[in-house]
């Protein structure tokens, strides 16, 4: 295997944001798909559901940050093989809290489906299983980060959306029109997932696995990384479970799409941080090619997230229009898409600086982000007469 290359940033960051790109077509042909053929209700469900999975997987980020960190440090100091070891080691300790996810939703899933007005608990407890093989995705992912092999990162990262998409289309069209085979359909996506991370990792470092090298700290980072990234997931994600625990079914349908429209301004930040995450690693010591590559992070997004904010603010019916078939959008629908997406605009810079301080084993100022979902949450839990106050 190369030395760790710390070089090609630009073009790294670039390859990645076309696979999220691509991923992303794919994303939102499944919600085309999923918008049109569901009716606002069952959309409502799908929605919520996959909420659940995407708060549960993306703290689990954490995994892909602490296994893309210390894999870069290994490679760094010359232990490639070692990252076979340390991804096998973390993949059986992921199997408990894997089954205990699965168990809990499917022993609870009445409740839970109480709790969220739906009618039947069966997409809780797929929704349980598929969270369990969801947690997976990242870990691969940070391995195939922290080598910089970004090109087998994408395939594996991407290709759920492809199978999800393939998946939904076939099982929502022919099957039947419900929730539970939307989420069966992200299933079969996760399964494509993990098996193509595992391929890639074992392409890419063919060094002999070194069982006997093992890597300290991991732990820490790991348990410190999930609660900042908790945060800032809740911060990403939990306005649409939020609205379906507040408001009629309907309703809750109609701000899915807004909300799904609008956390674009995110996903387009992403794969420049990650991008940036294994070329700034260090156990604490920014050097000024680290502060170079951070700024040239945070002027990608920024250019990025302001040409995708403006225009949603100009065409905001054009989204609505491609991805739910509504021509005429409300005037209300209309304000509500523009309002979410300048509000989850920020965050994409705070995705960046984020992935700065965790790669730089520093997590003194990632603990704001915890404060942040906290006031989010009390506030929503006060004040939720209407959307806008969502």
């Known amino acids: 295997m190369r030395a760790h ?38 959309y409502g469900v799908l929605a919520s559901m996959l909420g659940i999975v995407l708060i549960a997987s993306t ?44 168990v809990l939703a499917t022993v609870f899933s009445r409740e839970i489906a109480q709790f969220f007005r739906m009618e039947s608990p069966m997409p809780v407890i797929l929704t349980g299983w598929v969270m369990a093989g969801s947690l997976y995705m990242p870990l691969l992912a ?56 595992l391929v890639g990792l074992a392409v890419v470092v063919r060094e002999p696995s070194e069982e006997q090298h093992v890597v300290q700290g991991v732990g820490a980072y790991f348990v410190q990384s999930l609660v900042v990234l908790t945060g800032f997931a809740v911060l990403m994600n939990a306005d649409v479970l939020m609205v379906k625990r507040f408001f009629e ?46 700024l040239h992070a945070i002027l990608y997004v920024v250019v990025l997230i302001s040409a995708g904010a403006v225009a949603i603010t100009l065409l905001p019916w054009l989204p609505l229009w491609v991805m739910y078939g509504d021509r005429n959008p409300t005037a209300e629908m209309v304000m509500l898409v523009r309002s979410v997406a300048w509000a989850m605009a920020p965050l994409g810079v705070s995705c960046v600086l984020l992935n700065f301080e965790l790669a730089q084993h520093r997590f003194g100022s990632a603990w704001g982000v915890v404060g942040c979902a906290l006031g989010y949450v009390a506030g929503v839990a006060v004040f939720h007469d209407s959307l806008w106050q969502i």
Not at 32 to 41: K, N, S, T
Not at 94 to 101: D, R, T, V
Request: glycine letters at 10%; proline letters at 3%; charged letters at 10%.
């Open 59 to 102: 703290p689990m980020d954490a995994m892909r940050t602490a296994l893309a960190h210390f894999a870069a440090r290994l490679v760094q100091d010359g232990h490639a093989g070692a990252v076979k070891s340390l991804t096998g080691r973390w993949c059986v300790k992921i199997l408990l809290p894997a089954s205990l996810a699965a």
């Open 249 to 294: 079914p309907e309703l809750a349908g109609l701000f899915a799409r807004a909300g799904t429209i609008g956390r674009t301004m995110i996903f387009v930040a992403t794969p420049i941080a990650m991008a940036m995450f294994p070329k700034v690693a260090s156990a604490g010591v920014a050097n000024a090619r680290d502060r170079r590559t951070l």
């Open 142 to 197: 940070g391995s195939l980060l922290g080598v910089q092999s970004f090109i087998w990162m994408s395939v594996s990262q991407h290709s759920w959306g492809v199978a999800r998409l393939i998946a939904g289309i076939l099982l929502v069209h022919y099957v039947a029109a419900s929730a539970f085979w939307g989420v069966a359909a992200q299933g079969l996506g996760v399964l494509a997932s993990v098996v193509l991370g």
């Open 5 to 42: 290359n710390t070089g090609g940033f630009f073009r790294h960051g670039t390859l990645l944001l076309v696979a999220t790109f691509l991923g992303s077509v794919c994303n939102l042909l499944y919600h085309v798909v999923m918008g049109r053929i569901l009716d606002p209700a069952e």
